[in-house]
């Protein structure tokens, strides 16, 4: 690889890596090869196809439209934002410099930029998951309460405020990652380093103590693990109230068609937050368990990496698990990509009644218009009844 910078270029400090173990330190080892370049591209790949499709489902399907979907569409953008932004850097930062932790590309703009974003969707992603939980309480739960609050400006005003407060926790953070540090390096005299760079770029915090990264780890933390616990909570509600509307329907022998759908829905959204969670969880918890034992980010950074890779696969795994766990959203979207057969039988019944009423009139000429008139009502009254049904 031919050497992208130069030490002619102005360096913060200088670092000598001319011992062959220091230098080997510095770069890619076997595991965070194998992460950037097979498992990260398969992540973004996947992430971005499923979650487009998702969006295009919604965008294809009208009955798909809802209230709840709205939600989901949100953390689908939340979804692709992160993985763009995050999975794209790791795989630039690979082609560009053999060391792992070199930045330099970003620059001192790009080192707020990016993290700003990766913030603001990390934030979104929770306050949306923790909507859609609450979401599905209220239906589920209280649902003359949820009807009556139901409007449409309600969802828009919701997740405006979700986005406006995930910006507003994301700015604190900003002093953590907006120092740009350029690095000299200085590396062994052998031929394998000879076209490596000389100067490597850290986006660090400001010089203002070791508080300025635990206040950022517990920024990042807290409102996981307060968002994870409301989830909990509500989870636990509703699949009691799930069961107890399951037990009275089997006691009654009746069987409710909507009540059947919103089961599904809200068992859906149930075992999405799961993974949700369960996928963040060992990220956030090794970066809580360094505010108690600051030595660990050096011995726990591979296990940082492979929880790295788990956030990424739950912004990828969100349609799967939609089409996985109810059969409406694998209908929609083989209705979006597949098939328009539904639309097309629907078209073709009215197609069909309206002939059907031409050729009637047509042989009743001899009937009186109080007939006529009789049989038009009758027709338009049953083409009333079953597009309701539709």
């Not at 997740?159 to 700015?171: E, H, K, N």
């Not at 399951?246 to 022998?253: D, E, I, N």
Request: hydrophobic share 45%; charged share 15%.
């Amino acid at each position: 690889m031919e050497a992208s910078y130069t030490s002619e270029l102005f360096c913060d400090m200088s670092f000598n890596v001319s011992i062959g173990e220091d230098a080997a330190s510095l770069e890619y080892d076997s595991l965070e090869k194998t992460l950037v370049t097979v498992v990260m591209p398969w992540i973004l790949a996947f992430g971005l196809i499923g979650n487009f499709g998702f969006l295009f489902v919604l965008w294809r399907v009208t009955w798909m439209r809802t209230t709840l979907n709205f939600f989901l569409t949100n953390l689908a953008i939340a979804d692709i934002l992160l993985l763009s932004v995050s999975v794209l850097e790791k795989i630039i930062a690979y082609t560009i410099s053999p060391i792992a932790v070199d930045e330099y590309f970003l620059g001192a703009s790009g080192c707020v930029l990016l993290h700003l974003v990766m913030d603001v969707c990390y934030f979104a992603s929770v306050s949306l998951v923790t909507l859609v939980t609450l979401e599905r309480y209220y239906a589920t739960c209280r649902p003359h309460a949820h009807r009556e609050h139901s409007t449409r400006a309600r969802p828009v005003r919701l997740v405006s405020i979700v986005w406006f407060c995930s910006f507003a926790l994301a700015c604190p953070l900003i002093p953590s990652v907006c120092n740009f540090t350029a690095i000299c390096l200085s590396w062994p005299n052998e031929t394998r380093y000879q076209d490596y760079p000389n100067i490597m770029g850290l986006c660090l915090g400001l010089d203002v103590g070791a508080w300025l990264g635990d206040f950022a780890d517990a920024l990042h933390t807290v409102p996981f693990v307060v968002a994870m616990a409301v989830n909990v909570v509500f989870f636990s509600m509703i699949i009691r109230a799930l069961n107890s509307m399951v037990a009275r329907a089997q006691r009654s022998g009746f069987s409710d068609r909507s009540q059947h759908i919103r089961d599904r829905v809200s068992r859906m959204l149930v075992i999405n937050g799961i993974i949700f969670f369960l996928c963040l969880a060992p990220f956030q918890i090794t970066t809580m368990s360094f505010l108690f034992t600051p030595e660990a980010k050096r011995t726990d950074f591979v296990w940082m990496q492979v929880f790295r890779i788990l956030v990424y696969i739950n912004s990828a795994v969100n349609p799967i698990v939609y089409n996985i766990t109810n059969p409406r959203y694998r209908k929609a979207f083989k209705q979006a990509f597949i098939t328009r057969r539904g639309p097309s039988k629907l078209k073709n019944y009215f197609t069909n009644r309206a002939s059907s009423n031409v050729e009637m009139n047509a042989r009743g000429n001899t009937n009186t218009r109080a007939t006529l008139n009789s049989n038009v009502q009758t027709s338009t009254q049953q083409i009333k009844t079953m597009a309701s049904s539709f």
